[in-house]
């Protein structure tokens, strides 16, 4: 009856899990209730489905990374999740928090990127070097983002100017 109020999203859960995997189980804000959320939300999509029992552990393969993890407690909750009254925690709730992580992984790794590409900018100490052998590598480095790009053109040509005292490169 609750389905019906609530209908699931249809993703395959091999999507559901390629996206829990950006989810930190064991941060600020990750505690008992984000645990259960996270069960109740892959409950309530899988439940009922051939997919039920691969739910139910890529639920405990999730939380077993948790330092704060109590295994006796999955299948006792798994179980009494159909059996909750009022709005049930769907996938949507996951897929949100999931993808907003996955977001700020992929900045970490772009910035990640950008501060080690300047690091080499800035080591470098010879402008011949830098518009020839330096640049030439980074250009090979550099992501399609126009973002990083504009950055690392603004960093190449800040340390040219004090390498060589000129604004032409």
Same mark, same amino acid.
């Given at each position: $009856?609750?389905? $019906? ?5 249809? !993703?395959?859960? /091999? ?8 989810v930190d189980?064991?941060?600020? %804000?990750?505690? *008992?209730?984000? &645990? ?9 999509? *899988? /439940? %009922?489905?051939?997919?039920?029992? $691969?739910?139910?552990?890529l639920w405990?393969? &999730?939380?077993? $990374? /948790?330092?704060?993890? @109590?295994?006796?407690?999955? @299948? *006792?909750? &798994? ?6 009254? %009022? ?5 949507? &709730? ?26 080499? !900018? ?10 020839? %052998? !330096? ?24 340390? *040219?100017?004090v390498l060589?005292?000129? @604004?032409?490169?």
């Amino acid at each position: $009856a609750l389905l $019906a109020l609530s209908p699931r999203c249809d !993703v395959p859960l /091999s999507e559901s899990s390629d996206l829990l995997s950006y989810v930190d189980n064991d941060g600020i %804000g990750q505690d *008992y209730s984000f &645990w259960l959320g996270v069960g109740m939300a892959l409950h309530h999509e *899988y /439940s %009922g489905t051939p997919d039920e029992a $691969a739910a139910l552990a890529l639920w405990k393969s &999730w939380g077993n $990374a /948790s330092n704060k993890n @109590d295994p006796k407690q999955y @299948d *006792y909750k &798994w179980e009494s999740f159909g059996k909750l009254r %009022g709005q049930p925690t769907t996938l949507r &709730w996951l897929l949100k928090i999931a993808h907003q992580s996955k977001q700020d992984a992929e900045l970490a790794q772009r910035r990640t990127v950008l501060d080690e590409m300047k690091a080499q !900018v800035l080591a470098c100490e010879d402008p011949f070097e830098l518009t020839g %052998g !330096v640049a030439k590598k980074l250009r090979g480095l550099m992501p399609e983002d126009p973002i990083v790009l504009a950055e690392m053109v603004a960093c190449l040509r800040s340390r *040219y100017k004090v390498l060589s005292g000129s @604004d032409v490169m």
